[in-house]
């Protein structure tokens, strides 16, 4: 018997690559998916695109210092959470 693979996308359990959020279990505010990236929501979408635009123009980036930033300033979004659990690893 040929067992074909489904893919997530094709069975209807689509998950965000970067915050693992899902149709049933969405970012808050909801969120959608990115056109052209079936798993991709726009939430990390556009923090994708300002985290390569602020590669392009700082002098020297940290993602460190960035995420102490993020963490320090009680950062709005749904990566806080994940931002600090990872900070206590």
Known sequence: MN???LSPV???LTRCRVCK???M????PPCYWEP???DLCDRCAE???Q??????????????ALKREAMKANAPG????RLRKAAKR
Do not use: D, M, N
């Open 3 to 5: 067992a074909q693979y």
């Open 10 to 12: 094709s069975v209807g």
């Open 21 to 23: 959020c899902t149709e």
């Open 25 to 28: 279990r969405a970012c808050f």
């Open 36 to 38: 052209g990236e079936p």
């Open 47 to 49: 923090t994708i695109r």
């Open 51 to 64: 985290v390569q635009q602020w590669l392009q123009v700082a002098v020297r980036p940290s993602f460190a």
């Open 78 to 81: 749904h990566a806080y959470g």
